[in-house]
């Protein structure tokens, strides 16, 4: 079975700074990668996904997310953070082979940029 | 392209009663996921339709049903409602029948259960 963990409920940073919300994951075989972000009372939002090829992917809105097969993560990063970027990440997996083929995700983490 | 649409966006209902969700997919998507969101457990997979077939189920009881119409239009069930019940309720489509492809969520419709 297939596990995400996001080891922090909560992250803060100042706006302008460099930001990282941390994934790591557990699947049998290659994973297929995925961030999304909720705003308040929305459903989720795709950002990006990791399927094959450069570690480094890049998404919606000036995010990027880094894959590091040895140490199982996919952080999620972005240069330079704004307030507008407050809301809750998830990050999520499903295995590139066999029947299931439904998301598993991660706890969730609240991103506040402070301006 | 108009988006994952999900209706309604809010129920009240009691213990006891069932309830019916709809999900319209983007057009074109055959494949429709049904996820509950709760603040204890988070994110999780109800089951998946594709082509009017159940392909995968998750872990909930007999009382969390659904169905797909063939114009890939999907609905959920939950019958004997339950205080736990209350929940995001969140609809997912996606493309071709590829593993990879990503799935689109509607806004979801939020239950809750007196």
């Known amino acids: 079975a297939q596990s995400v963990a996001q080891p922090e409920d909560q992250v803060n940073v100042a706006e302008g700074n460099p930001l990282t919300v941390k994934c790591t994951y557990s699947?049998?075989?290659?994973?297929?990668l995925f961030w999304y972000v909720q705003y308040p009372n929305r459903g989720l939002q795709f950002l990006l996904k990791?399927?094959?090829?450069?570690?480094l992917v890049k998404g919606s809105y000036g995010f990027e997310a880094e894959f590091n097969k040895s140490q199982t993560s996919f952080h999620l990063k972005k240069p330079s953070a704004l307030v507008s970027d407050s809301a809750l990440y998830f990050c999520a997996v499903r295995p590139s082979s066999g029947s299931a083929r439904q998301l598993t995700f991660g706890s969730g983490t609240q991103l506040t940029v402070l301006p | 392209k108009a988006g994952v649409t999900q209706t309604p966006r809010y129920l009240i209902k009691t213990r006891g009663q069932q309830v019916t969700l709809s999900c319209s997919p983007i057009?074109?998507?055959?494949?429709v996921s049904w996820y509950q969101q709760t603040p204890g457990q988070g994110l999780q997979f109800l089951f998946e339709?594709?082509?009017?077939?159940?392909?995968n189920k998750g872990n909930f009881p007999g009382r969390f049903s659904g169905r797909q119409f063939s114009n890939s239009r999907s609905e959920m069930n939950v019958s004997t409602l339950e205080l736990g019940d209350s929940a995001l309720y969140l609809c997912?489509?996606?493309?071709?029948?590829?593993?990879?492809?990503?799935?689109?969520f509607g806004a979801g419709t939020r239950l809750s259960v007196l």
């Open positions: 997912a489509s996606s493309g071709v029948d590829r593993g990879e492809n990503i799935q689109y």
């Open positions: 339709y594709f082509s009017e077939t159940q392909r």
């Open positions: 990791y399927i094959t090829g450069d570690n």
């Open positions: 699947v049998s075989g290659n994973p297929y």
């Open positions: 057009s074109g998507h055959r494949s």
